[in-house]
């Protein structure tokens, strides 16, 4: 009598999980938000902090309980509290409604100076970096002469002539960083410029205007958007910094500068938190801007691209035996 033997369940081996970027699909957002994440943590904990900043600029009169310059002479001077987060100032105005209308000025301030100057780099650096010969040099020593002189200085001058005002702090900024930063443009201008698909459109007789916009500006956006993050950063900096010497966004605009400079100052061991507060919003503001830039920088150029596969080729090569011990190996069979 034969007795069937029915066969043992085979259990498939687990499909080993598909990488990230598959995960994500084709959203170029999505697998460069993942990328960020997982390949650069603290400039992802940075970029959370650009947008709560961006957001905090845009929603300033929903999410300030009161008005920046709202005065309540009564409860001036008064702690943190349930009632005031943040305590109020010395003419009773609450500080955590100032923050907020600050970060607001400080957006506007930032994001029209950064793109006047990014529009201001773009133009010298991509002219000077293409056309090149005598126009390159003679272009190239005016931005040499005008980076001879301190930053402060210029900002100083600039706005004792002009006066002080919000658009004119937004101009001087934006001239001030946009020059210095042509260089930085020019100079991947003249590596871009020499691959073949330049050559190839000038021969063909495509107008130099059209070079400039279709072939070289779409292949120097890279640089230009790190630009752009490391210098929200410097004009928050700088415009805070006219602010604290009184050349800056007059009062009663909520600057941060201008709050260390009245407030923090004057009443610094009476309320510290008048100089603690805005000091603490203008170190996390430029830290998560940094931040995110440097992880941009590291994301966006080549080269950096690259350091994470030369630690893993180092790594593999290290616990690789070497042919000479192979070799030792066999012999000694």
């Not at 650069?40 to 947008?51: E, T």
């Not at 020059?179 to 020019?186: A, D, E, K, L």
């Not at 063909?204 to 490391?230: D, E, W």
Request: net charge positive; charged share 15%.
């Amino acid at each position: 009598m034969t007795t069937e033997t029915t066969p043992a369940a085979v259990t498939m081996p687990a499909s080993p999980r598909p990488p990230l970027r598959e995960r994500l699909g084709d959203n170029k957002i999505l697998g460069f938000l993942g990328r960020l994440i997982v390949q650069r943590p603290l400039g992802a904990f940075g970029a959370a902090i650009c947008v709560l900043l961006l957001l905090t600029g845009i929603f300033a009169d929903v999410i300030a309980p009161e008005g920046y310059n709202h005065i309540n002479p009564i409860d001036r001077l008064k702690p943190p509290s349930a009632e005031y987060w943040l305590g109020t100032d010395q003419l009773g105005r609450d500080v955590f409604s100032r923050i907020v209308h600050g970060a607001q000025l400080s957006v506007i301030v930032a994001f029209a100076a950064t793109s006047l100057s990014i529009v201001i780099s773009a133009v010298i650096g991509i002219t000077s970096g293409y056309f090149g010969g005598r126009f390159d040099m003679v272009s190239q020593r005016v931005v040499d002469g005008w980076m001879c002189f301190p930053d402060l200085i210029i900002l100083i001058v600039a706005v004792s002539v002009l006066g002080p005002g919000t658009w004119q702090v937004i101009v001087i900024l934006g001239l001030l960083f946009g020059i210095s930063g042509s260089r930085i443009v020019r100079s991947s201008v003249l590596s871009v410029k020499q691959n073949v698909y330049i050559h190839a459109a000038q021969s063909m007789g495509a107008s130099t205007l059209r070079i400039l916009v279709m072939h070289i500006l779409p292949n120097v956006m890279a640089p230009i958007i790190v630009l752009f993050t490391t210098r929200l950063a410097a004009v928050i900096l700088a415009e805070s910094g006219l602010s604290f010497l009184g050349l800056g966004i007059p009062p009663p605009a909520p600057s941060w500068g201008g709050m260390l400079s009245l407030d923090g100052r004057s009443y610094m061991f009476q309320a510290p938190w008048l100089a603690i507060i805005p000091g603490v919003a203008l170190t996390i503001a430029v830290f998560g801007i940094n931040m995110f830039g440097d992880a941009l920088r590291d994301m966006l150029d080549p080269r950096m691209r690259g350091a994470g596969a030369g630690r893993y080729v180092a790594a593999v090569r290290r616990d690789r035996p070497s042919s000479r011990a192979r070799q030792a190996g066999g012999a000694s069979q």
